[in-house]
DNA sequence: CGGACGCTTGATAAAGTTCAAAGAGAGTGG
DNA sequence: CCACTCTCTTTGAACTTTATCAAGCGTCCG
């Protein structure tokens, strides 16, 4: 029996320390009287690809999907971000992808301006946006290896136990998975149909239990993890 | 007739104002007295996954892959790296790519604790090395993109168009593929076959001449750009 | 000249996509 | 509260693309 994956239920109040965490969120408290909460419904757009990058985003609740669209309709989502995560570091002058909401979504929205001249002479800021840019690249290169060379199965186990290592949506083997099926086909670079049949053939084999669409039981972590392959791809 | 990817033969002397240069170089300069030069043979390991990350490398000449190997010998090339290329920025502790010579290849090779000491106080190296790797994450989100949605006809006409934007190896509409069809495979998440049938394709169109295997001819570049699709993608 | 290696092409197979239809769930209005 | 509708999911069947297997070719180098 498997339980290092085993979570407590997350408290809105608790969101701050919780997933893929860098020591950015204590940076960001220095100018939260400049910070915005803002709420967007279901598939609203966030912000979009080619706006003038004008702020930072921290996720305070719910599930954000960043993808880029290419012109006729193929769609990539390059990742999910839940409670804590940050979104939109970087320099560039227009954002390169979209963010939307995946769930009913609750952000912080910093000014970039305020945030850049809070990175001015501040050594210790800079390296942490560096080290957060870092991680960024390492989860992107672990995604390249993904739709290069794995199987939809494989991907699907893969996606699976990365939901499980870094969502706070997790109560005890039970996995909340907030996006359609649509979602996760565009970020693993399979057709819903793929995605379906995938978690059709990890239940079939009592790795998983499906009770309905946006639940996953894990009922063996160790198989889901032998599937998913090597683990530097998670 | 398209004459815009026209370029003059890259000098070994000029290699570093070549291609992907952010302002890092000048930077460099101020240590390149602990720099050292080292050369490697085709195929050579110039740095593993896993090792320390003890150094920064620039590449004065030839090409470099940087690549991912899983377990069972399945394998994603994450990019190449040509002269004035920069590898190896980023804090993480390890390596988590492996660096091989494509071709004969000239790095130099800084070591970190150098490097960082130079960007302690140093805001502006910091800023540039943010630049950098902003730039590195779109570059991987539009190969997401390739890899998730394109078709291998598409994956190739993008590759070739990614390396007359890059390259210095191009002479007029002549373009030199320094790497093997696998590598090129490997990059691309196709197989060697489908690589040599992709090219075969673009060639029984008059997009492209093939005169050997490490040489394309561009006949129609803005066909080849049509078919490569959304400029967002390149 | 010979052998090794990489490239190309053909035939077959497999994985995943597309098309189609039916079922499940959530929200809405009567 | 129920019926209705809409959207999402699931499964089946046919098809397409790409992978795999296999053979032949060219070229580079000893």
């Known amino acids: 029996m498997h339980t290092a994956y085993l979570r407590p239920v997350a408290d809105e109040e608790f969101s701050h320390s919780e997933t893929r965490q860098d020591g950015l969120s204590e940076h960001l408290a220095r100018i939260k009287d400049h910070g915005v909460r803002l709420r967007f419904h279901r598939n609203q757009v966030i912000a979009a690809a080619g706006e003038a990058a004008a702020h930072i985003y921290t996720v305070a609740s719910g599930c954000v999907r960043v993808s880029h669209h290419g012109g006729d309709g193929r769609r990539h989502i390059a990742d999910f971000l839940f409670g804590g995560d940050i979104w939109g570091l970087g320099d560039a002058q227009q954002f390169a992808l979209t963010?939307?909401?995946?769930?009913?979504?609750?952000?912080?929205?910093?000014?970039?301006?305020?945030?850049?001249?809070?990175?001015?002479?501040?050594?210790?800021?800079?390296?942490?946006?560096?080290?957060?840019?870092?991680?960024?690249?390492?989860?992107?290169?672990?995604?390249?290896?993904?739709?290069?060379?794995?199987?939809?199965?494989?991907?699907?186990?893969?996606?699976?136990?990365?939901?499980?290592?870094?969502?706070?949506?997790?109560?005890?083997?039970?996995?909340?998975?907030?996006?359609?099926?649509?979602?996760?086909?565009?970020?693993?670079?399979?057709?819903?149909e793929t995605v379906c049949r995938a978690l059709a053939s990890l239940r079939e084999e009592a790795v998983i239990e499906v009770p309905n669409s946006h639940l996953v039981t894990i009922l063996d972590y160790g198989a889901l993890r032998a599937i998913a392959g090597h683990p530097s791809q998670l």
């Open 99 to 192: 963010a939307e909401a995946v769930s009913p979504v609750t952000v912080t929205a910093y000014p970039r301006i305020v945030f850049e001249r809070l990175g001015e002479g501040n050594n210790r800021l800079k390296t942490e946006i560096m080290s957060h840019l870092s991680e960024a690249i390492a989860r992107a290169h672990r995604h390249l290896f993904l739709l290069s060379r794995l199987t939809a199965r494989e991907r699907m186990a893969t996606f699976l136990v990365r939901m499980m290592q870094q969502s706070q949506l997790v109560y005890g083997a039970r996995l909340d998975l907030p996006m359609p099926r649509r979602d996760i086909a565009d970020h693993l670079g399979l057709t819903i």
